[in-house]
């Protein structure tokens, strides 16, 4: 599965035409997307624990995000299990070797 970063730095528009903001549903209830201020940007739940910007619904990829860039801290920020695949992106760029720190 490919990852959603052609994405990076585009703005969310509801069907309203304003910008998006919170939790969506869509390609048919398959795909959660996490929007602020139009951006994709992960969310937290109630435990402090992120949630992927992008996920499908199976668990089977998920995506980390931060204002509107994929990024992840100390983590890869893309998981595909499909295709048993893992991303590591900071700020926007990917890592071919990442260098994690603890």
């Known amino acids: 599965m490919k990852t959603f970063s052609e994405y990076q730095n ?3 528009l509801d069907k309203s035409g304003r910008l998006a903001n919170g939790d969506y549903l869509e390609n048919d209830g398959e795909v959660v997307l996490r929007i602020k201020n139009g951006l994709l ?3 937290i739940d109630e435990t402090g624990k ?9 668990g089977s990829h998920i995506e980390h995000w931060r204002n ?5 801290d ?3 920020a893309v998981v595909d299990t499909l295709d048993n695949r893992e ?3 900071m700020h926007g760029r990917k890592y071919e070797n990442p260098t ?3």
């Not at 992927?52 to 199976?58: E, H, K």
């Not at 509107?68 to 992840?72: D, E, F, P, R, S």
């Open 41 to 43: 940007d992960d969310g």
């Open 100 to 102: 994690v720190k603890f």
């Open 87 to 89: 991303e590591w992106w």
């Open 68 to 72: 509107g860039v994929l990024h992840a």
């Open 74 to 76: 100390n983590m890869p």
């Open 50 to 58: 992120p949630l992927p910007a992008l996920q499908y619904t199976d």
């Open 10 to 12: 585009a703005r969310i």
